[in-house]
């Protein structure tokens, strides 16, 4: 009789449910990694500005340091938006572990549980033999006394038979 887990579905339920979070976490990577991207590119759009401000007419200056207090306010507000998404994953690995660690306990309890069930199934096995050492055993011993029983039987007929 093969091994059987009784906690399979509960084992093969955490697994996808761990499977399910990893993937919402590779999705938080990939927001935390978009907002980067999109402070980077802030970020060269600033020093862009501040280089062609240098080269533009000084007409131009108050326009551009209006632009320039834009781009610095977005950049703020992309560095929440990146501040909060990182958070956001940070949650999404915490659950990932917890469901890891979920999955980890029942695929111990399984081993566990496979190591009992080859233990037991070796026992009731060397009981099964056992059984069969003693049966044989005691076959043995009553060829042997039926040829003891004979071999009396035979004698006694031969002092019969010498009288």
């Known amino acids: 009789m093969p091994f059987r887990y009784r906690l399979q579905k509960v084992l093969d339920f955490r697994e996808r449910k761990k499977e399910e979070q990893a993937q919402v976490v590779q999705k938080a990577k990939q927001a935390v990694w978009e907002a980067e991207e999109n402070i980077r590119k802030n970020n060269e759009e600033i020093e862009a500005t501040k280089f062609n401000m240098r080269h533009a007419d000084p007409m131009m ?45 029942l695929e111990k309890h399984k081993e566990k549980q496979r190591e009992i069930f080859k233990a037991e199934e070796k026992a009731a096995e060397l ?37």
């Open 127 to 163: 009981k099964q033999y056992s059984e069969l050492g003693v049966t044989r055993y005691y076959r043995q011993n009553l060829e042997r006394q039926e040829e003891e029983e004979k071999e009396i039987l035979k004698q006694l007929e031969a002092l019969e038979a010498g009288l």
């Open 61 to 105: 200056y108050e326009t551009y340091d209006k632009y320039l207090i834009h781009l610095w306010e977005k950049a703020k507000q992309l560095e929440q938006v990146r501040i909060e998404k990182q958070q956001i994953l940070d949650m999404e690995k915490a659950k990932l572990i917890k469901l890891e660690q979920a999955v980890k306990v």
